[in-house]
């Protein structure tokens, strides 16, 4: 049987051929052993989900193959219009917390985790990914850039960090590639990780958008797209806990979905008032 072509492959992929800098991408691919050095990364007894096993973009294996990270920025720059670092800011800009540590979930090569540790220099700023290659080259990013991430290889269903551990999570590009089961893991997981008001930040494809423009959906190999579409975070997150959900809209293709961790509900007592009926607590 004669696999049928995606739109990528006959359309895309040879635009792609043309705009990359191919010797420059090769040279960067033969510039180290990545096998040995993705071992820095990689957390024994880990394993990769099956989801996470499958062909994204039109590329064997997706993210656990060395090419999707030496080819993600190259291609990402031409396929989140009108810019790629606008439309990560859209969701550094929708930030209302000063936060002390952050979490980027699923960082991929760091471009958000990067913007997020300029943005608020103070804080401390993890990267969580399940690719060692994704994670080496943001690792050689934030050293370009001269600045202080942490990386760390792991899944985002399950973190291993501890309850109430964050200020900040956030995740961009994420939830289109994995089934909609996954995303509400994720946010759950989200919820453990925050402290009470604590917010987690969602960039990705507009899904109200994905359903009206249906091709879109079809562009790229993307096994989940159509089932991220279907959905809604907005009810995502309310089911996870989250309060004050809201989603914008960031250049009609993309969205940024922000909710709140609500502070502990506390029952006033007589006792929280002083003789003359003013507020005694605190």
């Known amino acids: 049987m004669v696999q049928q072509q995606t739109l990528f492959d006959r359309f895309l992929s040879p635009v792609f051929n043309i705009l990359l800098d191919r010797e420059a991408l090769s040279q960067y691919r033969h510039s180290k052993d990545w096998e040995k050095e993705g071992d820095r990364f990689r957390q024994p007894g880990l394993v990769y989900p ?3 096993q499958q062909n994204f973009h039109g590329v064997k294996q ?34 209302r917390c000063q936060p002390r540590r952050i979490l980027d979930l699923g960082c991929g090569t760091g471009s958000t985790t990067l ?42 269903e399950k973190t291993g960090f501890p309850d109430a551990s964050f200020d900040l999570v956030t995740a961009s590009l994420l939830f289109h590639e994995t089934p909609s089961i996954v995303a509400c893991n994720i946010l759950q997981e989200a919820f453990r990780l925050l402290k009470a008001g604590g917010e987690v930040l969602i960039l990705d494809g507009n899904q109200a958008t994905l359903r009206q423009a249906e091709w879109l ?23 996870a806990g989250f309060g004050d959900v809201r989603t ?14 609500p502070l502990p509900y506390r029952k006033v007592e007589f006792s929280d008032f002083d003789a003359n009926g003013a507020w005694a607590v605190g």
């Open 248 to 261: 914008e809209e960031v250049w009609w293709v993309n969205q940024v979905t922000r909710g709140v961790k």
């Open 62 to 95: 997706g993210y656990l193959n060395i090419d999707a990270a030496v080819t993600y920025d190259p291609i990402t720059q031409y396929v989140l219009p009108p810019n790629e670092e606008w439309v990560r800011k859209g969701l550094i800009e929708r930030i």
């Open 115 to 156: 913007l997020l540790k300029k943005s608020f220099p103070q804080a401390e700023v993890i990267g969580l990914d399940l690719s060692p290659y994704m994670l080496l080259v943001a690792e050689d990013k934030a050293q370009q850039a001269k600045l202080t991430i942490q990386l760390q290889q792991g899944n985002a």
């Open 217 to 239: 959906t079809e562009v790229f190999e993307e096994p989940y797209i159509k089932d991220y579409a279907a959905g809604s975070l907005d009810a995502w997150m309310g089911t």
């Open 50 to 52: 099956a989801y996470y």
